[in-house]
Each structure stands twice: as structure tokens, then as C-alpha cells.
């Protein structure tokens, strides 16, 4: 256990509250459960890959991971396996509703009232803010996805290296102003974001998952006056949850994508033009990153509706 005295120097080094933030609680069918509950915890600090002119290497709870991070970082959080064996596993049944609430607080700052009498019934709340609102002040997608734990394996030890199914994701639509009319929606103007709530498919079969949670803020990408071109990568928020699905559905999960493998920047979704990036206009190829969307009967191409 940290000391009093080590805590208060990492109090007084590492802001309280930041401009990133980490996916912290759940609700099973609309019932909170405690912060950190069942959701594997980040090594914090962390030393992840250091990449010449980006955020520094050492990272801190809710600090953004990066594609070419580490794999375990880009899964399911920085050095998340180190955590695996302690956390609990959540069992639930296909059908099931899951809420999740999210932190821009660094845990030696959590007090009893970010996590009580939140407004809209939500998991967490911002006792700074007078509307006492959680937001997200990175724009992006939602992306959900289940990773199946592979025969003989336990959650605990499984490190997410299977593939990942997107059952669920937050976007955008058009409702902004003139001059921006991208709007999205878990950003939502530093307002309150739209309510992260989503069914575990109930044609899933039994067995444990990992369940992971990601807002990624896209990259962009552009061209110097000499042609050059750039690409500013995607900033990832991974946080998995461990649950034992009930089920009696047969058969087996679809296909899915490889993480890190599908948030590369040249992978579909992860990087936009600049105008898009500036919520200007979408990009014509345009489809939501984390791979095809499994909607319990097919894998459907995931493109906003607009």
C-alpha cells in the first residue's frame, strides 16, 4: 500500500482532473456497481513505448494510449494483466443491459460525490461543475467490443490476443451548427453525453469474455505546402470488464478484428480528413473504426446514418 507521504507527492505532481479521462463503473440492468468493479485497473504511472514528439512516455490513469503502444495497453489498459487475477468477474445473461460511466478525476482525488445523486441517474458526476456533469472532452466514437476467453482458458489470465466483435457503438449525427453540423455524441458540447447503454447480444453463447470499452478520439491527417503528407494518430480510452455469460444460445461468435492490429491509423475509421476532424463535412469513405458491427445475425458494414 502506497504511504500517506507518497500520495500526496503524486497529488501534488499529477493534476486532479484532466482533459482525458478513463471508463471506470458499470451498471447491470440500470444497478451501479461500486468504481472499478469487475473493470481490470491501469498501472499508474505507467511507462508505455516512447514515441518521439507525442505525449510523454510515462502515463498516468486516465491518459490516452496509442496504437503502437504496447499491445496489453492498447486492449484493455495499460499493464491491465497485473490486475486481471484480482478483479471480479461479473456473470450476467444474454439479454442483459450494461451501463458505463467514465472519470477525468485521478483516483487520489475520488470522493464519495462523484459516484452518488449524479444528475440523469448516471454513474459518476463532476462535484466541480454546477450542473455536477461528467463529460467527455475528447470528440469520437464509442466502440464496444466482446472478446471470447478461447477453450481451457480462465478471464483472469486471458490477455485479449482472440478476436474482438463490435457489438455496440456511439457516433454522430448532423445536428451541429451551420458552419460544423458534426455532432458528436458522447462529446456532446462538454454537455452531458449521450447515455452509454447497450444490450449484451442475446444471441451470444455461454462462456467468459472480456468486454471492452473505448472512445476514440480519431486521428487526422492532411498535406504540407511541399506535399508532405501527415497523420496525427488516434487517441485511445481502452478499459475491459470481465463477465461469465449465461446463455442458451448455440453456435459461436463471428469473426472479429485483431487490437492493436485494426486501430492502426490506415485502418478503416481511425483516421479522417481535417475537414472532418474539424466537423465540417463527413468523409465520403467514412465508416466507424473497430471493425464490422454484429448486430446478434449479421456483421454489417458500420456507416453513420446521414
Known amino acids: 500500500m502506497a504511504s500517506k507521504l507518497s500520495i500526496a507527492a503524486l497529488a501534488a505532481t499529477v493534476p486532479l482532473v484532466h482533459s482525458h479521462f478513463t471508463f471506470i463503473r458499470l451498471a447491470l440492468n440500470d444497478e451501479w456497481q461500486a468504481p472499478t468493479r469487475y473493470i481490470r485497473n491501469k498501472t499508474s504511472p505507467f511507462e508505455d513505448v516512447n514515441h518521439v514528439g507525442r505525449i510523454s512516455s510515462t502515463r498516468y490513469n486516465v491518459y490516452p494510449t496509442y496504437w503502437d503502444d504496447y499491445d496489453e495497453s492498447v486492449r484493455c489498459g ?18 442483459d443491459t450494461i451501463t458505463v460511466a467514465h472519470t477525468r478525476y485521478d483516483p487520489t482525488a475520488y470522493t464519495d460525490d462523484q459516484w452518488t445523486n449524479c444528475p440523469d441517474d448516471r454513474g459518476s458526476c463532476d462535484p466541480a461543475r454546477a450542473d455536477r456533469v461528467m463529460d467527455f472532452n475528447h470528440r469520437g466514437p464509442i466502440i464496444t467490443h466482446l472478446s471470447q476467453v478461447p477453450d481451457g482458458e ?12 463490435k457489438i455496440h457503438r456511439i457516433g454522430f449525427d448532423l445536428s451541429g451548427v451551420a458552419a460544423a453540423p458534426i455532432h458528436w455524441l458522447p462529446y456532446n458540447d462538454d454537455q452531458l453525453p449521450a447515455r452509454y447503454i447497450f444490450q449484451i447480444p442475446p444471441q451470444i453463447p455461454a462462456g467468459q469474455y472480456l468486454l471492452r470499452f473505448d472512445l476514440v478520439n480519431t486521428g487526422t491527417h492532411g498535406v504540407y505546402a511541399n506535399n508532405e503528407t501527415w497523420t496525427d494518430p488516434a487517441q485511445l480510452y481502452a478499459t475491459c470488464a470481465q463477465i461469465q455469460v449465461e446463455s442458451a444460445a448455440s453456435g459461436a461468435l463471428p469473426a472479429g478484428i485483431g487490437i492493436p492490429e485494426a486501430m492502426s491509423p490506415d485502418s478503416p475509421g481511425m483516421t479522417t480528413s481535417t475537414d472532418m476532424y474539424q466537423l465540417l463535412t463527413v468523409d465520403e469513405d467514412y465508416v466507424y473504426p473497430g471493425g464490422l458491427l454484429w448486430d446478434g445475425e449479421n456483421m454489417v458494414v458500420d456507416k453513420p446514418d446521414v
Open 78 to 95: 495499460r499493464d491491465h494483466m497485473a490486475h486481471a487475477a484480482d478483479t471480479e468477474v461479473l456473470t450476467l445473461s444474454a439479454g
Open 154 to 165: 480462465d478471464v483472469r489470465t486471458y490477455d485479449g490476443a482472440g478476436d474482438w466483435v
